[in-house]
């Protein structure tokens, strides 16, 4: 029994070392061989654990991660909320740099800060005071028009009637000075909004909708050529003696959060063309926009033209009216011609035979100008 | 052990395997549990000294593949302390948590002390600390999961008479 047990302490004892000396020598490996042995292990039996492991430690960085790729995504839909804002504010603020560049001089940029109270729709507070140089009547303008006046002056800020202010009133004109009138608020109903009248225009002027309506000048507070808004209908009134018309204004004063307020020396100087040029590059914009429409029509009447020329030559050619000949014109029996009454040639005239019989140039020929040779 | 008793001791023996390869890394502690020490004491105390020591060779090898660098330090320690837990079972081997607990702390312990010392990576004050520290710690965490762990599957590690 004793010896048994020695026997099995010495297995053991013989096991252990021969584990031991393996395990040294394992260690004792060279790194070149070391890595071999390594990899064939985690690339055999070895490979499920490792998978597994990986799987564990991608979770744990996923774990890790996560509140920061909430707080990101938090962020971006923040951001993206934000985004047709700042679109919108963009685009003022560039139509205002726009203005101020065509303006050049005499202007003062300040921010309209909007109130919430009952009489907020028809005033505005503006950022910019004496100290800036704003003066009591001073015009506040916006990329699109005409927006009110200053009407009280802070160091610092100030304040401004909207056109939508009961009191407010502007002379107004058409741009090419065929009617005049007084421009002033129009209140559409509880909920309708605001429009504006033009009041007072002569009954010999009459105005088409969507025709442009702007300052007039008179009055020493507005300059010329401000716009104020387009004409959407005449509307009756108790005034027998002129006509009033509904405009639709060119600025909706509760968009407005960037204006330039002018200067007092700068109204001498005028506005006309300032906003001209816009409806120019707005023009210029629209024809770029239809110009591929326009060219593919014109090439097709062209064509088709072309076509219709070949066509009626052949005919003429055979004796048969042109394909061009409207039916009415074939209807009608073709009168003799006269007998031309020959005239004896005045003197001073040239002989016939020097005259060119075929003067109507062809329309397939083309015409040699003096100096340039074909 | 009967071939009952042997089929659960490896099932069990291969969820520790599993779950050193799945919830340490997934946890990521700076003293982490071992389960690989856990399952190579458990195996054991329920086979004799030499088989422990063949079973803690290859553990030991297994988790140096991981480790190239490393390659041997973690054999040798698994092989001593797989000899050492089967050799002492008669001591610790005991159906009480607390000395459970004590043995699986001190074969963790005395697992990282070989490993670090063979490994030779961290020397000085940073091996001291490792040591003193890391490990002791390493080894309490063991203990603990090793304890709750032993109460989860007791019926399936309750040794059997055959």
Known sequence: MARAIRSNNRFDLIILSVCVVLALAARALPSTMRDPVATGMRRSFLAPLVMLQERSEKGRQSLLAADAKQAHVDSLSLASMRAGELEGENDRLRKLIGLG???RTGFIPAEALHGRGIRDETTVILSAGSRAGVSRLSPVIAPEGLVGVVDQVDPTMSHA??????????????????????????????????????????????????????SSGWGGVWPRGIP??????????????????????????????????????????????????????????????VSGDSAARSAALAEAAAHRAVVDSMARANGAPPLGATDSARAVAPAPRPVPVRRPPPADTARRDTVRRDSVPRPDTIPIRPGVER | MNVGGAIRAIISFLIFVVLHYTLRPLLGWRAPMDFLVLALLLASVRVRPASAAVIGFILGLISDSLAPDALGAGALAMTAVGFGASYLKAVFFADNLVLNAFFFFLGKWVFDIIYF????????????????????????????????????????????NA
Request: hydrophobic fraction near 50%.
């Open chain 1, 161 to 214: 009637m909207l056109w939508t202010h009961p009191d407010f009133r502007v002379s107004a004109m058409s741009p090419d000075g065929t009617a005049f009138g007084i421009a002033q608020a129009h209140l559409t109903g509880a909920t309708g909004g605001y429009l504006i009248e033009l009041r007072g225009v002569p009954f010999r002027a009459t105005l088409k909708p969507g025709a442009l309506i702007v």
């Open chain 1, 101 to 103: 560049s065509r303006v």
């Open chain 1, 228 to 289: 104020i808004g387009t004409v959407l209908q005449e509307i009756k009134t108790s005034e027998g003696w002129a006509r009033t018309y509904l405009l639709r204004p060119a600025v909706n004063p509760s968009d407005v959060y960037s204006v330039m307020i002018l200067r007092r020396e700068r109204l001498a100087k005028g506005l006309e063309g300032v906003w001209q040029s816009v409806a120019q590059a707005d023009a210029a914009a629209q024809r770029i926009v």
């Open chain 2, 117 to 160: 010392v063979a490994e030779q990576r961290v020397h000085g004050v940073e091996l001291v600390q490792q040591l003193l520290l890391w490990s002791p710690l390493s080894a309490a965490v063991t203990a603990a999961v090793g304890v709750l762990l032993l109460f989860i599957m007791r019926p399936l590690l309750e040794p059997t």
